[in-house]
C-alpha cells in the first residue's frame, strides 16, 4: 500500500509519498592519461587505437559541518520534509568526487612484412574533481554519481618503431544525484479516469422506491412507481420531474465525453379528461455545472407524444461533453403536458456512462 493522502484545495487532492533523484550539481569532467608503450616488434605504423573504460565508477567525497552555516538554504528548500532537521545533526556536506578506472586499449600496427597485428595495454587511473558550488545532503547513503556522455580520443606518435607515445583524453558529464523521498500531487490527472461501462447513476432501473411516488436516490415530483419503472405523470395535466445529480466522487470529468441512455414509453389515456387527448412534451437534460454550482454546459432533448411509442419501450441516447470546469451534473427528466393532456409516460433503465476523455487520458475499469 503506497504512502497517500488527501487534502482540499478546493478540490480534494491525491497526494503519494515517492523517492525521486534530484540532482545537486553537474559537471564536465576531462581526464587526460599520458604514456609510452614498448610494441613487442617494430612497426612501420599505428593503424589505429580502440578503447573502452573498464572498472569504471564515481563516489562522492564528503565532509561533516555544522549545519548552521545552512539554515538558510534548509529553510529554502523545506528539508524537514526531506527527514533531516539541522537541530539534531551535524551537515553532510558532498564538495568532491573522485572518478578512476582502467583505461582498457587495443593497439593495431603494421609489422615489417605490413602484417597488421595487435596488442593490449590496460592503464589504471584516478582523478578528483572539486565541485564549484559544496552540496548539503540529506542521506550520504542516499547519494549517488551518475556519468553520462563518456567520449575518449586518442592520440599517438610512434617513435623509434618500436616506442609508443599515446595521450588519452576522456571527456564525460557528472552527475551528483541525492534519492530524496517527498509527498508529489498527482491530481488532477489521478482524477480524470473515464470508467467506461459504468453507469454513473445510482439505481437506474428505479428498483428501490421509499413509497409508491418516492424512488430513493432521485428527486420526483407528480411521479408513480409503475411496474418496472418510474412513471411521469400520475396527474397527466399536471408537469412531472425526475431527476438525479452526480458529483465528482463519482467521476465526472473534466473534458469527458458523456452519454445519456433510457427506456421511455408511452401509457395512453392513464386518466381520463373530458375532451382529453395525448398531447405532451418530454425533455431530457444532461447538466454540467462547476465547484460552485453555477451551470456551465449540457444537452438537452425533447419528444413530443407522437414521437414516442405507445405500451412499448424506445431507447434513446445522446451526449454531451463537460466542459474544462464541470465538477458535477445534473440528470433530468421533465415532462410538460397540456391542459387537457391523458397520457403519461414511463422512464425505465436510465444509464449515464462516460465514453471517452479528450485529452486522450482515462483509465479503464473492468467490470467483475
Same mark, same amino acid.
Given at each position: 500500500?503506497?504512502?497517500?493522502?488527501?487534502?482540499?484545495?478546493?478540490?480534494?487532492?491525491?497526494?503519494?509519498?515517492?523517492?525521486?533523484?534530484?540532482?545537486?550539481?553537474?559537471?564536465?569532467?576531462?581526464?587526460?592519461?599520458?604514456?609510452?608503450?614498448?610494441?613487442?616488434?617494430?612497426?612501420?605504423?599505428?593503424?589505429?587505437?580502440?578503447?573502452?573504460?573498464?572498472?569504471?565508477?564515481?563516489?562522492?567525497?564528503?565532509?561533516?559541518?555544522?549545519?548552521? *552555516?545552512?539554515? &538558510?538554504?534548509?529553510? #529554502?528548500? @523545506?528539508?524537514?520534509? /526531506?527527514?533531516?532537521?539541522?537541530? !539534531?545533526? %551535524?551537515?553532510?556536506?558532498?564538495?568532491?568526487?573522485?572518478?578512476?578506472?582502467?583505461?582498457?586499449?587495443?593497439?593495431?600496427?603494421?609489422?615489417?612484412?605490413?602484417?597488421?597485428?595487435?596488442?593490449?595495454?590496460?592503464?589504471?587511473?584516478?582523478?578528483?574533481?572539486?565541485?564549484?558550488?559544496?552540496?548539503?545532503?540529506?542521506?550520504?547513503?542516499?547519494?549517488?554519481?551518475?556519468?553520462?556522455?563518456?567520449?575518449?580520443?586518442?592520440?599517438?606518435?610512434? *617513435?623509434?618503431? &618500436?616506442?609508443?607515445? #599515446?595521450? @588519452?583524453?576522456?571527456? /564525460?558529464?557528472?552527475?551528483?544525484? !541525492?534519492? %530524496?523521498?517527498?509527498?508529489?500531487?498527482?491530481?488532477?490527472?489521478?482524477?480524470?479516469?473515464?470508467?467506461?461501462?459504468?453507469?454513473?447513476?445510482?439505481?437506474?432501473?428505479?428498483?428501490?422506491?421509499?413509497?409508491?411516488?418516492?424512488?430513493?436516490?432521485?428527486?420526483?415530483?407528480?411521479?408513480?412507481?409503475?411496474?418496472?419503472?418510474?412513471?411521469?405523470?400520475?396527474?397527466?395535466?399536471?408537469?412531472?420531474?425526475?431527476?438525479?445529480?452526480?458529483?465528482?466522487?463519482?467521476?465526472?470529468?473534466?473534458?469527458?465525453?458523456?452519454?445519456?441512455? /433510457?427506456?421511455?414509453?408511452?401509457?395512453?389515456?392513464?386518466?381520463?379528461?373530458?375532451?382529453?387527448?395525448?398531447?405532451?412534451?418530454?425533455?431530457?437534460?444532461?447538466?454540467?455545472?462547476?465547484?460552485?454550482?453555477?451551470?456551465?454546459?449540457?444537452?438537452?432533448?425533447?419528444?413530443?407524444?407522437?414521437?414516442?411509442?405507445?405500451?412499448?419501450?424506445?431507447?434513446?441516447?445522446?451526449?454531451?461533453?463537460?466542459?474544462?470546469?464541470?465538477?458535477?451534473?445534473?440528470?433530468?427528466?421533465?415532462?410538460?403536458?397540456?391542459?387537457?393532456?391523458?397520457?403519461?409516460?414511463?422512464?425505465?433503465?436510465?444509464?449515464?456512462?462516460?465514453?471517452?476523455?479528450?485529452?486522450?487520458?482515462?483509465?479503464?475499469?473492468?467490470?467483475?
Amino acid at each position: 500500500m503506497p504512502i497517500q493522502y488527501f487534502y482540499s484545495e478546493p478540490d480534494n487532492v491525491l497526494c503519494v509519498k515517492i523517492k525521486v533523484p534530484v540532482v545537486l550539481a553537474e559537471d564536465e569532467v576531462q581526464v587526460i592519461v599520458d604514456n609510452i608503450a614498448a610494441l613487442p616488434e617494430l612497426a612501420q605504423k599505428i593503424d589505429h587505437i580502440d578503447a573502452r573504460l573498464n572498472n569504471f565508477e564515481a563516489r562522492p567525497i564528503f565532509v561533516h559541518e555544522d549545519g548552521n *552555516r545552512w539554515i &538558510s538554504t534548509i529553510e #529554502q528548500e @523545506g528539508w524537514e520534509r /526531506f527527514g533531516w532537521h539541522f537541530t !539534531e545533526h %551535524r551537515l553532510p556536506v558532498v564538495k568532491k568526487v573522485l572518478v578512476s578506472g582502467t583505461l582498457h586499449k587495443q593497439i593495431y600496427y603494421v609489422d615489417k612484412n605490413d602484417t597488421v597485428k595487435h596488442v593490449g595495454e590496460d592503464i589504471p587511473f584516478a582523478k578528483d574533481v572539486t565541485l564549484d558550488v559544496a552540496q548539503p545532503v540529506v542521506n550520504e547513503e542516499d547519494v549517488v554519481i551518475q556519468l553520462h556522455h563518456k567520449m575518449i580520443d586518442m592520440r599517438w606518435e610512434l *617513435r623509434r618503431g &618500436s616506442r609508443l607515445q #599515446q595521450t @588519452g583524453i576522456m571527456i /564525460f558529464q557528472v552527475k551528483v544525484v !541525492e534519492e %530524496r523521498q517527498i509527498f508529489v500531487q498527482v491530481c488532477p490527472q489521478l482524477d480524470r479516469k473515464c470508467a467506461r461501462g459504468v453507469n454513473l447513476l445510482k439505481d437506474g432501473s428505479f428498483d428501490v422506491w421509499g413509497t409508491n411516488t418516492t424512488p430513493v436516490f432521485w428527486g420526483a415530483g407528480n411521479v408513480l412507481r409503475y411496474n418496472s419503472g418510474a412513471l411521469l405523470g400520475n396527474i397527466p395535466n399536471v408537469e412531472a420531474s425526475l431527476f438525479q445529480s452526480i458529483d465528482r466522487q463519482g467521476n465526472i470529468v473534466p473534458t469527458a465525453e458523456y452519454r445519456l441512455c /433510457f427506456d421511455v414509453e408511452e401509457v395512453p389515456g392513464f386518466r381520463e379528461v373530458l375532451g382529453g387527448t395525448a398531447s405532451f412534451n418530454l425533455t431530457a437534460e444532461l447538466l454540467f455545472y462547476d465547484i460552485y454550482g453555477n451551470l456551465v454546459n449540457g444537452e438537452t432533448r425533447s419528444w413530443n407524444a407522437g414521437q414516442i411509442t405507445d405500451n412499448a419501450f424506445t431507447n434513446f441516447c445522446f451526449n454531451a461533453t463537460a466542459p474544462e470546469e464541470a465538477r458535477e451534473a445534473l440528470v433530468r427528466f421533465i415532462f410538460e403536458p397540456n391542459a387537457l393532456n391523458t397520457s403519461a409516460v414511463v422512464i425505465d433503465n436510465v444509464k449515464l456512462e462516460c465514453m471517452r476523455v479528450q485529452n486522450q487520458y482515462y483509465e479503464q475499469f473492468t467490470q467483475g
